[in-house]
């Protein structure tokens, strides 16, 4: 395998833990804490993205070679790599929750590739760090798998994310109560390799504000902007204001780019918060089947449904208040942080906007199109339509003579669909109309609607095959879903079935329709 170009400027520049060993502790006055993964016993290589690989300029050969799997389950370090921890704290389901840190995440190092580009690559499920708190610091394979799975497919949907390199089976078993309920089993284990320009979370700054060390939460704020964003390097008394204007106006596009696609993250804690905008931290996520803004999949929300669909743009605005308030001791007034939250508020209302007018196929922009698209989505929710199915039949439809019968196969339950299929067909009666309208030709429609409405997205069952599968020993499903998430938007001939709605079995299993944060 060849060399890599390791440049680890987190460890360089930012103050670490002089503690050198690995128990559970808290950690104060330092960014993160050195620590070795811990070796598995019978390391495997079960899936690697390509394109993830070429970003690192690694190539098949490379995957190949017997050392890789064993870099990437933790076994071996590559000449460069100096691992840590990082230490960071969170709002958890609405609540400050202290220090939480990597518990099973340990960064490698930041590889430049021959284009200069920085990727940070980090393990999950790579054993122990001073921030496990009572946990293992392993991850299983259905979490692993999903996580590997999704954040290469939210990349090919055109969604910001951080990436995933590969997939590596650790040979170890690692005990989980998946419900939480008194049924704990053995499960395999697994290591994925994840890939983001910056790990750094909301959190990474909250926990030094949450402990009145304004100094070292300066000294993180002016290493966030330097190393990963060098373009407001140089606009002085404004810097952090920008930096912080930029935070939330990526948050509001990654979260637009969600409801665009139907994915629910599950558990938007503000450790959970990129600070690059990226979706980060894959859990108990979700698809959207049938079109419905109340639903969570993670069973530890059911009660509030805090992070369900329809909610999310709320609770990212929520997590970027909390944000502000950290930040706020380095800000010499509050007024560059309102106004940044005020942004967020605008740049969401655009991008949802922009977006949902693109999946409606619609060139122009009118005052209408919000009451045009809130109609649409109360129905969609009422009628319980599939979301992927419909926009993508919608693109399809005679706008000289609008009728429901190709939006049909969008349907879950023709029965509940019954009631609303006259407003359904006066919704579409108006929408023809605007359409003629424009007078964009059906064809040209049609291909900017399907580029934007995609016809394969990772729902929750097929991953849930997709991990079948691999714990009864074959790996295969695993990259033919990797293989068609690639080109979500191109409808790809035998692969119908990854494009069908979700089947019957799947609506209350355990891994299709509800997750929990046991992974
Ligand atoms: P999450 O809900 O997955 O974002 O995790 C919240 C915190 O718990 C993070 O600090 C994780 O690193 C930590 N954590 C989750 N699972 C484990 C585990 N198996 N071992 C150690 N720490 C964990
Ligand atoms: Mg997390």
Redesign the pocket.
């Known amino acids: 395998m060849k060399p890599l170009d390791f440049d680890n400027r987190f460890v360089r520049e930012l103050p670490a833990d002089p503690e050198p060993a690995s128990h559970v502790r808290q950690v104060h006055g330092a960014c993160y804490s050195r620590v070795m993964p811990t070796p598995v016993s019978a390391p495997k290589l079960l899936a690697w993205s390509p394109e993830v690989a070429a970003l690192l300029d690694l190539d098949e050969a490379d995957v190949r070679a017997p050392e890789f799997a064993e870099i990437f389950a933790g076994n071996a370090l590559m000449p460069g790599m100096e691992p840590y921890a990082a230490c960071?704290g969170?709002h958890?389901f609405g609540n400050w929750a202290g220090q939480?840190?990597?518990?099973?995440?340990i960064t490698l190092g930041e590889v430049l590739n021959h284009r200069g580009e920085r990727w940070e690559l980090q393990l999950k499920?790579a054993g122990?760090?001073p921030?496990?708190?009572r946990?293992?610091?392993?991850?299983v394979l259905r979490s692993s798998i999903r996580e590997f799975l999704c954040s290469e497919a939210m990349h090919h949907l055109g969604v910001p994310t951080t990436r995933a390199l590969c997939l590596v089976a650790t040979g170890e078993e690692v005990i989980r109560d998946m419900f939480y309920d008194g049924h704990p089993r053995a499960e395999p284990g697994a290591v994925v390799c994840r890939v983001a320009p910056s790990f750094i979370r909301f959190g990474n700054f909250e926990i030094f504000t949450s402990r009145g060390d304004v100094a070292l939460l300066e000294r993180l704020i002016d290493f966030t902007i330097g190393r990963d964003f060098p373009e407001l390097a140089g606009s002085g008394e404004t810097r952090r204001g920008d930096w912080f204007r930029e935070v939330c106006e990526r948050t509001a596009r990654t979260v637009a780019h969600w409801m665009r696609v139907g994915f629910v993250h599950g558990?938007m804690?503000t450790?959970?918060m990129s600070i690059l905008g990226l979706t980060i931290?894959y859990?108990p996520y979700g698809w959207i089947d049938d079109f419905d803004p109340g639903w969570t999949p993670n069973t530890t929300d059911a009660g509030g449904r805090r992070y369900r669909f329809g909610n999310q743009p709320r609770i990212a605005h929520w997590n970027l208040l909390q944000l502000a308030n950290a930040l706020a001791p380095a800000f010499p007034g509050v007024e560059p942080l309102q106004e940044g939250l005020n942004r967020y508020v605008e740049a969401y209302e655009a991008e949802s906007l922009g977006m949902h007018r693109a999946k409606l196929g619609l060139a122009s922009g009118r005052e209408e199109d919000a009451a045009l698209i809130d109609a649409l989505h109360g129905l969609l929710a009422a009628a319980e339509v599939d979301m992927t199915i419909f926009y993508r039949r919608l693109a399809g439809i005679d706008v000289d003579a609008p009728s429901l019968e190709p939006l049909r196969e969008a349907f879950y339950d023709a029965e509940k669909a019954a009631p609303h299929e006259a407003a359904l067909g006066e919704w579409l009666g108006v929408y023809a109309a605007r359409l003629r309208e424009e007078g964009i030709p059906a064809v040209e429609r049609r291909a900017r609607m399907d580029a934007v409405n995609p016809c394969y997205v990772l729902r929750n069952y097929l991953a849930q095959e997709a991990i079948d599968a691999a714990e009864a020993g074959d790996p295969g499903l695993i990259h033919e879903i990797l293989d068609v998430m690639r080109r979500p938007y191109t409808e790809q001939a035998g692969r119908e079935r990854f494009a069908a709605k979700r089947p019957d079995w799947a609506r209350h299993r355990a891994g299709c329709s509800m997750l929990s944060?046991s992974?």
Do not use: I
Request: with cysteine.
């Open positions: 960071y969170g958890q939480l840190g990597d518990g099973r995440a499920g122990p760090t921030y496990s708190r946990a293992d610091g392993r991850a558990v804690n450790d959970n931290d859990g944060c992974s």
